[in-house]
């Protein structure tokens, strides 16, 4: 007959102290990693500080109403708006991105073209509009002037020196 053998069986846990260790390891690895995890979730990590899209000012712009109401009198006289007020309030959403195809506000290389056609090109394109650029830039309130002034302002932030153009006079009311 065959003798069948038996093979014991090894394990690496060989003294008393070794099995204690590895038991309480067995519990408090577990609970450190535990206690780590929770105290990420709880505190959390301040994000706005590493990035400004999620600053206390960034999100006020974005939740901000779309519309307001303006109370004006009709009465009242007009008051020209500065370049640079048209500029924020209505060109820039496309020349400070670039957006459909507008040059970028700074960008002397997209402006140089169309700086060379003159300031009073410029201002007859962007008052009747070109290409994807509606007339006005989108504000039909715009005045010529107000038009011209926000042209002037963004060339002369992209390499250009023209002259702000002065308000013209009112035509007078008729009665």
């Not at 690496?12 to 105290?39: E, G, H, R």
């Not at 394109?125 to 038009?147: C, F, H, W, Y």
Request: aromatic share 2%; net charge positive; charged share 20%.
């Amino acid at each position: 007959m065959s003798e069948v053998r038996l093979e014991e069986h090894s394990s690496p846990i060989k003294t008393p102290k070794q099995l204690i260790i590895v038991v309480l390891l067995a519990f408090l690895v577990p609970i450190t990693l535990i206690v780590m995890l929770s105290q990420l979730v709880t505190t959390g990590i301040d994000a706005s500080k590493n990035n400004p899209a999620l600053s206390d000012e960034a999100v006020a712009a974005r939740l901000k109403p779309v519309g307001q109401v303006e109370v004006i009198d009709p009465n009242a006289p007009k008051v020209d708006k500065s370049g640079k007020e048209v500029v924020d309030a209505v060109c820039s959403a496309c020349h400070a991105s670039g957006a459909l195809g507008a040059p970028k506000i700074g960008n002397k290389a997209a402006w140089a073209p169309h700086l060379s056609m003159g300031l009073d090109h410029l201002t007859q394109n962007a008052i009747k509009g070109i290409k994807q650029m509606p007339p006005r830039g989108g504000n039909p309130d715009l005045s010529d002037t107000e038009v011209a002034r926000a042209i002037v302002y963004m060339a002369n932030q992209s390499g250009a020196s023209f002259k702000d153009p002065v308000a013209m006079p009112a035509a007078p009311a008729k009665k």
